[in-house]
């Protein structure tokens, strides 16, 4: 983990919109595939608007989709 200068600087939020979610388990299952991620500090999953925002240090955008599709839905 960084100081708290350098992650100030390097954090960025990222923020997805997730395709094909119908209940709180889609949102609990896309939760924690990208939670599982290495760089991701905190991950919100909306499921009326299937906004994804993701919180973290150098989020790569691949690896969130690539995380979502595991769970089984789709960056749109
Ligand atoms: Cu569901």
Redesign the pocket.
């Known amino acids: 983990m960084p100081d708290a200068t350098d992650a100030a600087e390097i954090i960025g939020t990222h923020h997805y919109t997730v395709a094909g979610?119908?209940?709180?388990?889609?949102?609990l299952?896309v939760h924690a595939e990208v939670s599982e991620l290495a760089a991701v500090d905190a991950v919100d999953v909306d499921l009326a608007s299937g906004r994804l925002i993701v919180t973290g240090a150098r989020i790569d955008d691949d690896a969130v989709r690539a995380a979502v599709a595991e769970a089984g839905y789709e960056v749109v």
């Not at 979610?21 to 949102?27: D, E, I, L, R």
């Open positions: 979610m119908t209940c709180s388990h889609c949102a299952s």
